[in-house]
């Protein structure tokens, strides 16, 4: 188990320094540069800002700086908001988009799950269709939809939410919802799924045979391993959604760190555009781990290689 | 749910193009646009846009920026609220010597910065200096050109000792200008000529801006931040004018969305929408609301042709192109009246300055022209192509335009749309035919404009250059009379007219929502708003009524 974890994460070392290395090269191949605007600026002011940044030395030499930063975490200051350190924007942006999506995550799990064991449990009835139906629905519309018809409807016309904002409580509500919709419709699909296979098999022919109640059979045999699909998919989709939804975030102006990413891409603010990615891709893999540490837990069969 | 889908898409899709919900709240016989339920007490909320870049008014550069410098610092003079004219600021009076050379400014006295340390005329000597020092970098440093030295010494060429800037004791502060420059006293309105506080900048160097260290001198105090989200403010209690500041609390967002923006307003939580936040398919709807307010606005829209590009080497096309392009239809039908069709440079409204007359539609001469350069009904016209940065309105405009070009001319324009880096590099290394251009003037005066086409300014990005056009500028700028300054700048706005090097479409317009409530808010050219005039009128409603 240890010695799993510690392989797991030392091939994180080599996937990382792709993934910084080619950002890198990507945002150096982009157009324009950081100092770039509308209103040409002058000359000598241009050429001291490089200086000061560095970026006025060989594109080698700027490539390991920026390695040996990223090993300390150090990413310097953002480019663009040069008063704030790439750490310090990363840190307060996260700290929203975690509380934003794990609030939908908690969501995501609560209702997709449930809807997903009844829809397995009542298959090929009304009660699977409809939830079916509505996790069709569910899946294929877009959160850049969902987002406008919540605010009207909920924040404009019925006055119970804030339009947007990240202030109370109540402020939560409509993004989580928006940023949930499609992960509930997503987990209960994946969990019927799940269930149906597992309902068939032997050991559930079994517990059924020895006389237990269906309610115990479904509960306490056959949900264990039918949320399998669940558990895999819930790493990627941690991530992503903890990361905050660039699209929800847009809409409901919430300060996460999603929109770092888009914005500094736009910008071309180099370090933070770096310091971002290099985040993200740790946190996933970090979660991927986590994800097959727990498969194990609740599939014997897996072992950890 | 199979049927509401298609319901739920509709919707949202019209959600995205006109203001949603009900017709407007209507009171006191007028319709207003959402919530009608004022803030508590004088709490004042608006929507500051996108993410400031900068804090500090020497280096910064853009209009949330600036929005915010104008809040937390004060330079010598202030605007007025409606007219923009300059009024004594940090500076109570001042004189100019016969020839406008050499301005002098006298303090007011017991002038401090927010945390209590005296602020003298020699605060001004070394700020202005710091924006002029290279090393600093500042962007709008060329504003202070005027100045005496100045340019030499931001281009490193000396070393700044014979700077025209002077402190004879602490209240007063003398400058020596180069040459006359007639806008000059407006110019220190504006933020890059604001003092910033030394003792603080020697100390937190580029953290100085962070909110638990910047200290101010304007009629707001900064108390929170969180980026992307809001800032907010308080009086500032040091400030000199702190008895006519009425409001208590003002909180600006800062979102970036233009949908979300109107959504708050329109859900109350914000006051004032300001201008650049109405997405644009809602404009069209906006007239009938009495928050809905629109002015001129200091810019001009327009297509900028390369000079160094065949065929647009030959002025006879560049006119054609010109001629060809219908700006009353665009600005009617495409833009529904939310923008005026302009056929100038220069935006309207420079005191005294009467512009050339505007270039119409005029199809038979521009076929003509198109002849005559070798090209009869556009046979044999090269592909050209037209830039023009990411954004569904510079599309439909463009579209447009190419189709006008087809229509009267016969010619097949190619559209080329980039994202804005990819679309700023090859504006400024000439790799274009035409490109979607648009300017904002600085200050109140034409030279904001035609200053970019001079010979090798850094915003041409035309090639073209003419040494009649930079001979006239160069001798306005001399020139101390000002009726004829005007003149001679009108003459060289003719002669680029004349050369189409740029082809205007449109005049910009400030278009904005205000709670009628807000009372101190009024619609200027360059959109500025100094906001320690602002307050909430509680009794809105009597007084509406009041009115006519």
New interface residues.
């Given amino acids: 188990m240890i010695a799993f974890i510690l392989r797991r994460v030392l091939l994180m070392v080599p996937t990382l320094l792709v993934i910084a290395t080619l950002t890198f090269v990507m945002m150096r191949l982009a157009p324009g540069g950081p100092f770039m605007s509308d209103k040409e600026m002058p000359a000598r002011a241009k050429q001291e800002l490089m200086q000061r940044y560095g970026l006025d030395r060989p594109l080698h030499e700027q490539y390991l700086a920026f390695l040996g930063n990223a090993v300390r975490l150090e990413f310097g200051p953002s480019y663009k908001y040069p008063d704030r350190e790439v750490r310090d924007i990363i840190v307060q942006g996260f700290v929203v988009s975690a509380e934003l999506g794990g609030w939908a995550m908690l969501v995501a799990l609560v209702f997709g799950v449930p809807f997903g064991v009844l829809a397995a449990v009542r298959q090929n009835r009304p009660e699977d269709f409809a939830i079916m139906t509505l996790a069709l629905a569910g899946v294929s519309v877009p959160a850049f939809v969902l987002g406008p018809v919540l605010v009207l409807v909920f924040a404009l016309t019925l006055t119970w939410f804030p339009a947007a904002l990240w202030t109370g409580p109540e402020s939560r509500v409509l993004p989580v919802l928006a940023l949930s919709v499609a992960y509930i419709a997503y987990i209960a699909r994946l969990t019927r799924a799940g269930m149906l296979e597992v309902l068939q098999q032997d050991y559930i022919r079994t517990a059924r045979a020895k006389g237990l109640r269906e309610r115990a059979v479904v509960l306490g045999h056959a949900l264990q391993l039918g949320v399998l699909p669940v558990v895999s998919y819930l790493g990627p989709a941690a991530a992503r959604i903890l990361m905050g939804s660039i699209v929800i975030e847009q809409i409901f102006a919430v300060p996460g760190l999603g929109r770092y990413l888009v914005i500094g891409a736009i910008n071309r603010d180099y370090t933070l555009v770096l310091g971002v990615v290099l985040f993200y891709a740790t946190f996933l893999m970090v979660l991927n781990l986590l994800v097959d540490l727990a498969y194990q837990r609740l599939d014997p069969r897996v072992e950890l290689a | 749910?199979?049927a509401?889908?298609p319901w739920?898409?509709i919707?949202?899709t019209l959600?995205?193009c006109a203001p949603?919900?009900?017709g407007g709240v209507v009171s006191e016989g007028r319709r207003w646009f959402?919530?009608l339920t004022p803030p508590v007490g004088q709490v004042f909320r608006f929507n500051l846009g996108t993410?400031p870049?900068?804090?500090d008014p020497g280096v910064m550069?853009g209009q949330p920026d600036g929005r915010f410098a104008r809040m937390v610092f004060e330079g010598l003079t202030v605007n007025d609220a409606r007219t923009l004219e300059p009024l004594p600021g940090q500076a109570r009076a001042w004189t100019i010597s016969p020839d406008g050379l050499v301005y002098t400014f006298h303090m007011r006295p017991g002038l401090v910065w927010s945390d209590g340390t005296p602020l003298t005329a020699h605060d001004f000597v070394w700020s202005w200096r710091r924006v002029l020092a290279?090393?600093?970098?500042?962007?709008n440093?060329?504003l202070l050109y005027p100045i005496r030295g100045a340019e030499a010494f931001?281009?490193?060429e000396s070393d700044g000792s014979d700077l025209g800037l002077a402190a004879p004791d602490d209240s007063t502060f003398v400058v020596t200008l180069g040459h006359p420059t007639a806008y000059f006293l407006f110019l220190t309105t504006y933020y890059v000529f604001m003092p910033v506080p030394r003792h603080v900048i020697e100390r937190h160097g580029?953290?100085?801006?962070?909110p638990a260290n910047l200290v101010g001198n304007g009629a707001f105090r900064w108390t929170f931040w969180?980026?992307?989200?809001?800032y907010e403010f308080v009086p500032s209690p040091t400030y000199w004018d702190r008895a006519h500041v009425r409001l208590e609390r003002v909180i600006a967002?800062t979102?970036d969305?233009l949908?979300?923006s109107s959504?708050?307003y329109?859900?109350g939580?914000t006051d004032w929408n300001p201008s650049g936040y109405i997405p644009s398919p809602w404009l069209a709807y906006m007239k009938p609301y009495a928050d809905y307010r629109t002015d001129r606005y200091q810019g001009t829209y327009f297509y900028s042709f390369n000079t160094t590009r065949a065929p647009f080497d030959d002025v006879r096309v560049r006119r054609a192109l010109m001629l060809a392009v219908d700006r009353e239809t665009i600005a009617r039908d495409l833009l529904k009246g939310s923008r005026e069709p302009w056929g100038r440079i220069t935006p309207a409204g420079y005191p005294g300055y009467e512009g050339p007359p505007q270039v119409g539609y005029d199809p038979e001469r521009a076929r003509a022209l198109l002849a005559q350069a070798g090209y009869p009904e556009g046979r044999g016209f090269p592909r050209v192509s037209l830039l023009f940065n990411t954004s569904e309105d510079h599309r439909r405009i463009a579209e447009a335009i190419q189709a006008m070009w087809k229509r009267d001319l016969g010619i097949t324009v190619e559209l080329s749309n980039q994202?804005?880096?990819?679309y700023?590099?090859?504006t400024?290394a000439l790799r274009y035919d035409i490109a979607r251009r648009s300017w904002i003037g600085d200050y109140l005066d034409p030279n904001t404009f035609l200053q970019m086409l001079m010979g090798g300014?850094?915003?041409n990005r035309t090639g073209w250059s003419d040494p009649r056009y930079d001979a006239l500028l160069r001798e306005a700028a001399r020139t101390l009379e000002p009726a004829q300054r005007l003149r001679m700048l009108a003459e060289a706005e003719a002669l680029a007219l004349d050369a189409a090097v740029f082809l205007p479409i449109y005049h910009y317009s400030t278009t904005e929502l205000v709670k009628p409530w807000v009372r101190g808010l009024h619609p200027t050219v360059l959109d500025v708003h100094p906001l320690r005039h602002v307050w909430i009128d509680h009794d809105w409603r009597r007084n509406l009524e009041a009115r006519p």
């Fill in positions: 749910m199979r509401l889908l739920l898409l919707c949202a959600s995205s949603a919900g009900d959402g919530s993410e870049e900068l804090r550069g290279p090393e600093t970098a500042a962007r440093a060329s931001n281009k490193g580029v953290r100085w801006t962070l969180r980026q992307n989200d809001r967002y979102v969305d949908n979300t959504n708050l329109k859900s939580a994202e804005w880096g990819s700023l590099q090859a400024q300014d850094g915003n």
